[in-house]
């Protein structure tokens, strides 16, 4: 009898430590893929925070015509959000974050440019800048993690601003539609996270 339970328990045992590698490695994987998810949807908040600041503070507050046929095309509908895979998205999203960064470099020279007529708070602008930098970083991180393939990096060209007036309609158009990119990419952060 005494043979059968020091059987049983080094079977026991044999078994735990077989599944040992398996259990050690999945859930700390899983844990921080949630982790990167996480932050990346509060730095995405972040954004669509301080772009609604800017929008409030902006001189007009009415939808404008899409004058900047440079800026990535919002085309996802909330049926999209079901299909999402993170190896896919995660690239795109970059791409689409990169394109904004160019325009509101872009942006802020104009705005420097007309500085007397501009409405815009400079000091916003800069940390909008500063924080799609940051979030680009921290995207192209987590692609590195997961393998994801790179998309070539955008190359939008833009416009002249010839006009104070110009700029101030260009910038309305631009925190609009950043103000949907962040939106999408939030709720695509937040159904990617709830994937895994």
Same mark, same amino acid.
């Not at 059987?7 to 990167?36: E, I």
């Not at 924080?131 to 060209?157: C, E, N, Y």
């Not at 101030?168 to 962040?182: G, Y």
């Given at each position: 009898?005494?043979?059968? $339970?020091?059987?049983?328990?080094?079977?026991?045992?044999?078994?735990?430590?077989?599944?040992?590698?398996?259990?050690?490695?999945?859930?700390?994987? #899983?844990?921080?893929?949630?982790?990167?998810?996480?932050?990346?949807? #509060?730095?995405?908040?972040?954004?669509?925070?301080?772009?609604?600041?800017?929008? $409030?503070?902006?001189?007009?507050?009415?939808?404008?015509?899409?004058?900047?046929?440079?800026?990535?095309?919002?085309? #996802?509908?909330?049926?999209?959000?079901?299909?999402?895979?993170?190896?896919?998205?995660?690239?795109?999203?970059? $791409?689409?974050?990169?394109?904004?960064?160019?325009?509101?470099?872009?942006?802020?020279?104009?705005?420097?440019?007309?500085?007397?007529?501009?409405?815009? #708070?400079?000091?916003?602008?800069?940390?909008?800048?500063?924080?799609?930098?940051?979030?680009?970083?921290?995207?192209?991180?987590?692609?590195?993690?997961?393998?994801?393939?790179?998309?070539?990096?955008?190359?939008?060209?833009?416009?002249?601003?010839?006009?104070?007036?110009?700029? $101030?309609?260009?910038?309305?158009?631009?925190?609009?539609?950043?103000?949907?990119?962040?939106?999408?990419?939030?709720?695509?952060?937040?159904?990617?996270?709830?994937?895994?």
């Amino acid at each position: 009898m005494k043979l059968l $339970v020091d059987t049983s328990f080094s079977l026991l045992f044999s078994l735990l430590l077989a599944q040992l590698p398996l259990l050690t490695s999945t859930a700390p994987h #899983n844990h921080r893929r949630v982790y990167d998810l996480e932050k990346l949807t #509060n730095q995405t908040r972040h954004l669509l925070k301080l772009t609604q600041d800017l929008l $409030v503070d902006h001189v007009i507050d009415t939808e404008i015509e899409h004058r900047l046929k440079s800026l990535p095309a919002m085309t #996802n509908r909330a049926s999209d959000l079901s299909s999402l895979k993170l190896k896919e998205t995660l690239p795109q999203l970059l $791409v689409d974050l990169q394109s904004f960064e160019l325009h509101f470099e872009w942006l802020s020279r104009a705005s420097r440019k007309h500085r007397h007529a501009a409405s815009l #708070n400079l000091a916003k602008l800069g940390d909008l800048i500063s924080l799609i930098k940051t979030f680009s970083a921290s995207l192209q991180r987590q692609m590195l993690r997961v393998d994801a393939l790179r998309l070539p990096s955008p190359t939008p060209s833009l416009p002249p601003l010839p006009a104070a007036w110009d700029m $101030v309609q260009s910038s309305l158009e631009l925190f609009q539609r950043f103000r949907l990119f962040c939106d999408w990419a939030t709720r695509a952060l937040l159904t990617l996270k709830s994937k895994i």
